[in-house]
Nanobody
Framework: QVQLVESGGGLVQAGGSLRLSCAASGRTFSNYAMGWFRQAPGKQRELVAAISSGGSISYADSVKGRFTISRDNAKNTMYLQMNSLKPEDTAVYYC???????????WGQGTQVTVSS
């Protein structure tokens, strides 16, 4: 059974940092792309950052230069280092795994990130 568990969310002041973790189990995820999404109240879920099995990385324009995605395949864990946080980064953050080419197939339960001004 595939399971993704996020951790590391919390309340932080603007300009601060947080590091999210996504622990995966049930498969060897090194062969698959993974991503971080977020959803703020009243807004659509958006892809924040993605990392392929080969290590190729992409970011949403809104987080470029502030967020860093990484993965430790030996630990089946993905990370999102978030620096210079802004109030508009407030959202529930989800990790997900993409088994195929387009759709993300498995999702975590989400972790709340709140940035106060």
């Amino acid at each position: 059974q595939v399971q993704l568990v996020e951790s590391g969310g919390g309340l932080v002041q603007a300009g601060g940092s947080l590091r999210l973790s996504c622990a995966a189990s049930g498969r060897t995820f090194s062969n698959y792309a993974m991503g971080w999404f977020r959803q703020a109240p009243g807004k659509q879920r958006e892809l924040v950052a993605a990392i392929s099995s080969g290590g190729s990385i992409s970011y949403a324009d809104s987080v470029k230069g502030r967020f860093t995605i990484s993965r430790d395949n030996a630990k089946n864990t993905m990370y999102l280092q978030m620096n210079s946080l802004k109030p508009e980064d407030t959202a529930v953050y989800y990790c997900a795994v993409r088994l195929g080419q387009y759709n993300y197939d498995y999702w975590g339960q989400g972790t709340q990130v709140t940035v106060s001004s």
